[in-house]
């Protein structure tokens, strides 16, 4: 059941978000699937885009993570300045999400970011790799 109840979620994100969005407001306690869903759906993006920038500074990892994953899938240049705060989150998850998406966004703003990013004591193996290999291409192009 739970499949597809996001299922009709991510059904009604892609015609018209702004029922998630209301929903939103009505019931935080359901913010995962409904910025899930919302994030999954790039046929409204410029609605999308700014709730899950908003959302990405939410309370709860997940949520911030959700917000996180549907910003990468819009894969435009708008998205690398929450990207980059997103790089600074406490949870491990978000930030490898984040790399990710400034992977599909390389930016030489992005430089000193990764560079504070590596510097921190607890990173992800995944993430440290990732991160040193963009900051090198970065330099580089730069």
Same mark, same amino acid.
């Given at each position: 059941?739970c499949?597809?109840?996001? /299922?009709?979620?991510?059904?009604i994100?892609? *015609?018209?978000?702004?029922?998630?969005?209301?929903? @939103?407001?009505?019931r935080?306690?359901?913010?995962? =699937?409904?910025?899930? !869903? @919302?994030?999954? %759906?790039?046929?409204?993006? !410029? *609605? +999308?885009?700014?709730?899950?920038?908003?959302y +990405?500074?939410?309370?709860?990892?997940? *949520?911030?993570?959700?917000?996180?994953? /549907? #910003?990468?899938? @819009?894969?435009? &240049?708008?998205? #690398?300045?929450?990207?980059?705060v997103?790089?600074?989150?406490? +949870?491990?998850?978000?930030?490898? +999400?984040?790399?990710? /998406? #400034?992977?599909?966004?390389?930016?030489?703003? !992005?430089?000193? =970011? #990764? &560079?504070?990013?590596l510097?921190? &004591?607890? *990173? %992800? =193996? $995944? /993430?440290?790799?990732?991160?040193?290999?963009?900051?090198? &291409?970065?330099?580089?192009? $730069?």
């Amino acid at each position: 059941i739970c499949e597809d109840l996001q /299922g009709a979620l991510f059904a009604i994100a892609s *015609v018209n978000p702004d029922p998630l969005i209301e929903a @939103l407001n009505r019931r935080p306690q359901h913010a995962f =699937p409904l910025i899930w !869903a @919302l994030g999954g %759906s790039s046929d409204n993006a !410029a *609605v +999308s885009m700014d709730t899950l920038v908003e959302y +990405s500074k939410h309370q709860d990892q997940w *949520v911030r993570w959700a917000a996180i994953e /549907g #910003l990468v899938r @819009l894969r435009k &240049k708008a998205i #690398l300045q929450p990207l980059l705060v997103a790089l600074r989150d406490r +949870s491990d998850m978000v930030c490898f +999400s984040a790399i990710k /998406g #400034l992977e599909k966004v390389a930016d030489h703003t !992005a430089i000193e =970011p #990764l &560079k504070r990013y590596l510097e921190r &004591k607890r *990173v %992800s =193996p $995944g /993430g440290r790799k990732i991160a040193m290999e963009l900051l090198a &291409k970065l330099e580089k192009a $730069g």
